[in-house]
């Protein structure tokens, strides 16, 4: 009688981590969405804006419902629309850093800036925040094959984009003059959370995490660094020549308005 013989057992692979950055994702999403509402509840915001504003609006915020799409296809098993939606993401980049610019430039060209930032320092690290969220999601699809760097690269460039969100939700007029220093150490919580969350579950940090904090710190210490040294309030003069942001000290504190504070208005 043919016996069978025995195969070693081999354990089920290990659960992923994509429960983690499932919910990351829907958080994100949240802190987002919440940030844009509450100005828009509070009289802050309008949607009798420019088409720029809109198309800003509708870049970013499509970004949005891609990233947490994707997180969505990743922990159903849905493989096959992640790769074909992560190539439309690749595209979607494009217009995101072309309003990302746009829209800083009219802010500052028409005196706009909100009065907790310096006038220099927001042209400066607005466009900054973009590209690094730019650049850590290229590396991140560069990375796609090896998905434990791609997934939190991901994160990381996302990351970037709380950083406005937070702007909206937390209040930065009493928090000047570090108002942007605020925004960017709330937005930084959750790739320390994710780092956290390897801690607990593996015993150690994946070093994705420390690349992509690095690159965060980095966008951070670089805008500050332009900001106040001679390369800021010539930049700004050069945006803003001939247009009432002219009209502003690049490194001075505007005075809040007399009326209420409407932005989107650019």
Same mark, same amino acid.
């Given at each position: 009688?043919?016996? /069978? ?21 829907? /958080? ?9 509402? @509450?100005? %828009?509840? !509070? ?23 891609? %990233? ?5 296809? $990743?922990?159903? #098993?849905? !493989? ?18 072309? !309003? ?7 802010? $500052?060209?028409? #005196? ?11 042209? *400066? ?9 730019? #650049? &850590? ?22 990351? !970037? ?27 930084? &919580? ?23 904090? *690095? ?19 010539? +930049? %700004? ?7 009432? #942001? +002219? ?5 001075? @504190? ?13």
């Amino acid at each position: 009688m043919a016996t /069978v013989a025995e195969r070693p057992f081999v354990p089920a692979p290990e659960v992923g981590d994509e429960r983690f950055f499932l919910r990351g994702a829907i /958080v994100m999403t949240i802190v987002i969405v919440s940030g844009f509402a @509450f100005q %828009y509840l !509070m009289g802050r915001s309008t949607f009798a804006s420019p088409l720029r504003v809109h198309l800003h609006a509708w870049f970013f915020m499509g970004w949005v419902g891609i %990233y947490l799409l994707q997180n969505v296809f $990743v922990a159903t #098993g849905r !493989m096959h629309l992640h790769r074909r939606l992560g190539w439309i993401a690749v595209a979607w980049l494009v217009p995101m850093i072309v !309003m990302g610019f746009v829209v800083t430039v009219e802010v $500052v060209r028409r #005196g706009y800036v909100p009065f907790f930032f310096r006038p220099a320092q927001f042209l *400066i690290f607005d466009p900054a925040t973009v590209l690094t969220f730019a #650049g &850590l999601t290229i590396a991140a699809v560069v990375m796609r094959r090896r998905t434990e760097w791609h997934r939190r690269l991901h994160f990381c460039g996302m990351s !970037m984009l709380l950083i406005p969100a937070f702007g909206r939700l937390l209040p930065l007029p009493l928090l000047q003059p570090f108002a942007w220093e605020a925004a960017f150490a709330a937005a930084m &919580l959750f790739p320390i959370a994710g780092a956290w969350a390897d801690v607990y579950r593996s015993g150690h940090v994946h070093p994705a995490w420390w690349r992509g904090m *690095i690159v965060m710190i980095l966008s951070l210490l670089l805008s500050e660094g332009l900001t106040f040294s001679p390369f800021g309030p010539a +930049a %700004y003069a050069a945006i803003a020549a001939g247009s009432p #942001g +002219a009209r502003i000290a690049p490194l001075e @504190f505007a005075p809040p308005p007399a009326g209420p504070l409407i932005t989107g208005r650019h």
